[in-house]
Nanobody
Framework: VQLQASGGGLVPTGGSLRLSCAAGRTSSNNGMGWFRQAPGKEREFVATINWNGGNTDYADSVKGRFTISRDRVKNTVYLQMNSLKPEDTAVYYC?????????????????WGQGTLVTVSS
């Protein structure tokens, strides 16, 4: 089952976007994560959530600005991004872990979406 990420776009500094990831029923009991990759940089962890939404974790760079959540009925994971900065510009990827817990590491993730581009203008 492919993951479908959407919601990216062009926003000014300080703006907000909500990314969505349609994960499918087979990922409903799996931890999920959001990663991002800026041009010329390595893919980096952004946020993760466990299978039931009870535990979340964030990269220090986005804490207090981004919120990850999931709707298990809709099998969708969200990333609400507020107070966006130019350094948040990247392609954002959602991923499904092989485990029920979330993770900040790439290793546990076995399914990846195609990515959605977020551009924050200065």
């Amino acid at each position: 089952v492919q993951l479908q990420a959407s919601g990216g776009g062009l926003v000014p500094t300080g703006g907000s976007l909500r990314l969505s990831c349609a994960a499918g029923r087979t990922s409903s009991n799996n931890g999920m994560g959001w990663f991002r990759q800026a041009p010329g940089k390595e893919r980096e962890f952004v946020a993760t959530i466990n299978w039931n939404g009870g535990n979340t974790d964030y990269a220090d760079s986005v804490k207090g600005r981004f919120t990850i959540s999931r709707d298990r009925v809709k099998n969708t994971v969200y990333l609400q991004m507020n107070s966006l900065k130019p350094e948040d510009t990247a392609v954002y990827y959602c991923a499904a872990s092989r485990y029920a817990s979330g993770s900040s590491q790439v290793g546990p993730y076995v399914k990846w979406g195609q990515g959605t581009l977020v551009t924050v203008s200065s």
